[in-house]
């Protein structure tokens, strides 16, 4: 079995308050409502979700995700998530740090690191990392994107 990894990192502007932005991020169902491409979710309760992906076929392998995860609040500023669990082909961490801005909207930088598991052999593994890894980076960012666009569109419609 080998594993990819892919990181994402960057800081955002959410125009809605610190608190809006923080309860969104750390609601499960608000994750499995935006994530983008699901087989299925279930939520567990506990702030935790159990995801499974479409299965994805890869030409010379297949790869259906699977994970669970449990989102908490830190503190007035922090969320964070992390797989948890055995039956899992996927493992995901990550956090968010909230900051309020003085014009009312919130900056939230955001760290998330997803570890894929699956077989191929090693010189594919070569090949495939970089795909990995940009892949990633470009789902997490549209991933991100969605959530902030789903807090601000609810948060205006309630103002």
């Known amino acids: 079995m080998a594993e990819f990894t892919g990181e994402f990192s960057d ?10 932005a923080r309860r969104h991020f750390a609601d499960p169902a608000q994750h499995a409502t ?23 076929n890869y030409g010379v392998t297949t790869f259906q995700g699977r994970y669970t995860c449990r989102y908490t609040e830190l503190d007035d500023h922090r969320v964070q998530w992390r797989t948890i669990g055995e039956d899992h082909n996927i493992r995901l961490r990550g956090d968010a740090v909230f900051s309020e801005q003085p014009d009312g909207s ?12 699956f077989p191929v052999g090693r010189l594919l593994r070569r090949v495939v990392q970089p795909l990995v890894a940009q892949s990633v980076r470009r789902e997490m960012r549209a991933f991100v994107e969605r959530m902030i666009t789903a807090v601000e569109g609810r948060h205006s419609a309630d103002a």
Do not use: I, K
């Open 11 to 20: 800081t955002f502007t959410v125009r809605v308050p610190l608190d809006v």
């Open 34 to 56: 935006w994530y983008g491409d699901l087989e299925r979710y279930e939520l567990l309760g506990d702030g935790a979700v159990r995801y499974q992906l479409p299965e994805y």
């Open 106 to 117: 919130t900056s939230m930088r955001y760290d998330a690191t997803l570890v894929l598991e």
